[in-house]
Nanobody, 121 residues
Framework: QVQLVESGGGLVQAGGSLTLSCAASVRAFSINSMGWYRQAPRNARELVATATSSGSTNYADSVKGRCTISRDNAKNMVYLQMNDLKREDTAVYYC???????????????WGQGTQVTVSS
């Protein structure tokens, strides 16, 4: 019902910037929240930022002031602009979407395949 495809990851020097994009392909599905999580080696997956369809956003403390999440609801796209990147931002970044089928009441979570972001010193 939902497929998420990320793009925009890569190698960047510390202090640099990167923008991640995620396109959601949906069928008979309403997306509520979209966002980004990340997972570094030997670490659990953690929240980076999320945005609801009404425009509410939520950021991890570690990225506040450095990252901006935005959505294009008409295109089912979500973006993450990351500035002043640090080595500790190195991780696989996963696109996330939560919503429900038009004919169901339960909300479900969907994940993309992930895109690698590597920050070098």
């Amino acid at each position: 019902q939902v497929q998420l495809v990320e793009s925009g990851g890569g190698l960047v020097q510390a202090g640099g910037s990167l923008t991640l994009s995620c396109a959601a392909s949906v069928r008979a599905f309403s997306i509520n929240s979209m966002g980004w999580y990340r997972q570094a080696p030997r670490n659990a997956r953690e929240l980076v930022a999320t945005a609801t369809s009404s425009g509410s956003t939520n950021y991890a403390d570690s990225v506040k002031g450095r990252c901006t999440i935005s959505r294009d609801n008409a295109k089912n796209m979500v973006y993450l602009q990351m500035n002043d990147l640090k080595r500790e931002d190195t991780a696989v970044y996963y696109c996330y979407a939560r919503g429900r089928n038009w004919f169901a009441a339960e909300e479900l979570d969907y994940w993309g395949q992930g895109t690698q972001v590597t920050v070098s010193s």
